[in-house]
């Protein structure tokens, strides 16, 4: 397991951006982002491989957000524009040793390190 620690979240108003940061205590393959709303379940986001070439985004941000790496930093961005107040949530970066797998990225059980979030808010 890393440590996980995030940043860069806050209260915007809608059609606003906000960066998100995680930075990892070490080197790991896969990273990525869940939210939580009040009341519902934890939801994937985006997920990125070391490599740059595996992202993966849920439909409900894409075009939206973007995931990007640092991989010298050992650092997770999330870029998130046109934001909305359904955006509105706890952030949690999280990470895991094996490949990104696009059949399994977004399950909550695929990842092994999490951050302690950040929180994301959203006024119409």
């Known amino acids: 397991q890393v440590l996980l620690v995030e940043s860069g979240g806050g209260s915007v108003q809608a059609g606003g951006s906000l960066r998100l940061s995680c930075a990892a205590s070490?080197?790991?393959?896969?990273m990525g982002w869940f939210r939580q709303a009040p009341g519902k379940e934890r939801e994937g986001v985006a997920a990125?491989?070391?490599?740059?070439?595996?992202?993966y985004y849920a439909d409900s941000v894409k075009g939206r957000f973007t995931i990007s790496r640092d991989n010298f930093k050992n650092t997770v961005y999330l870029q998130m524009n046109s934001l909305k107040p359904e955006d509105t949530a706890m952030y949690y970066c999280?990470?895991?040793?094996?490949?990104?797998?696009?059949?399994?990225?977004?399950?909550?059980?695929?990842?092994?390190?999490w951050g302690q979030g950040t929180q994301v808010t959203v006024s119409s």
């Open positions: 999280a990470a895991d040793p094996r490949f990104c797998n696009r059949d399994s990225w977004y399950h909550v059980l695929s990842w092994g390190s």
């Open positions: 070490g080197y790991i393959y896969c």
């Open positions: 990125a491989g070391a490599g740059g070439g595996s992202t």
